[in-house]
């Protein structure tokens, strides 16, 4: 299941909570799970209730029991759970404020575990269960759990200071909420309690376990890209940059004429982009990506590169990322589609729709970053 899904074990089957994205299918559920959708990647007040309805599902557990939390990406935006005097509608403007910024999803949780009542450990603090079990799929470059779901059952090692300059490095800061920078000033004073750090009371009892992410995803394509004889090397899997960059080094790696260190086939780089939004146009980072990179492989034959994301989805298209090769410019030309244009406008995704080169998969129910593949 994906988003967060929170369930007790009192014998079998399993009683409890599911959370899924909105416009997702139905996954098949025991009667007694409860099932609730929210939205992604601005909270919505479906989400909310589902904040609620788990909140108040933990204050019943006993002493004796074990919650069993399965949480995946876009768990941060789908429990919404602002304090007091924090509208959800604060939460949304500022949460969009931040995705169309450069910041990165350390920044931007950093700021969301700080003005929420669940993320940051809070959830686990408001839990009296015995133990704690979490079992994650992480989407979050270099797994730091504090950032996976903003880390409803980690310890949070950031402060309401961080969150503060978080939204100063990105511009944000002067254009939020005022009960938004209110309530964050306010926990800089210390006179409203930090998250819970490193070495808190009560998280002994808790265990988060990873079973999944963006590395698990690369391995498994590098295998699949090997078996059809096609060599593949994984380069990292916990690339950070922005997407214009990412393009640039794709296009880079597949002009490099001396010998390479990887060899000759397919190499794989995952991980996660931001995108500065200036224009209005319709795509996300991986077909931002895609579209940087169409102009610095032009004439290069037998070289293709694409961009995807695992969830499906990219940025506010119905898209997954887009695909190019050595071609892809001149046939751009004869449309009359300039990459810079569109990039100027952030429309990366009706660029290559012009062209039908976007990757389209569907929803595929779980989120561990992104993959980038060039192949040469």
Sequence with gaps: MTGAALQTLRGWPIEGISVVPTNQAVPSLD???RLLRASHPVPGPDGLLASRSISTALSKLGKDELLLCMISGGASAMLPSPPPGISLRDEQRLTTMLV???ATIHDINTVRRHIST??????AQLCQAESILSLIISDVPGN?????GSGVTVEDP???????????????WENAPRTVKDHLVLGQQGKIPETPKPGASGFARVHNLIIADNATACIAAAKSLSADESAATVLTSRAEMEASQMGRLLAAVATERRPRPFTQGAVLIGGETTV?????GVGGRNQEAALSAVEGIADLDGVVVGALGTDGIDGNSNAAGA???GRTFHRAEQKAL???DYLTRNDSYHFFRALNDNLVTGRTGTNVGDIYLMIH
Excluded: H, M
């Design 323 to 325: 695909i190019l090769d």
């Design 158 to 172: 950031t402060t309401f200071r961080q969150a503060v300059e978080a939204l100063g490095k990105y511009g944000v």
């Design 144 to 148: 730091f759990l504090p950032d996976i």
């Design 118 to 123: 669940l993320k940051g450990g809070r959830l």
């Design 31 to 33: 009667a007694r799970i």
């Design 338 to 340: 300039r990459p810079k």
């Design 100 to 102: 169309r910024s450069r």
């Design 276 to 280: 500065l939004v200036r224009g209005n």
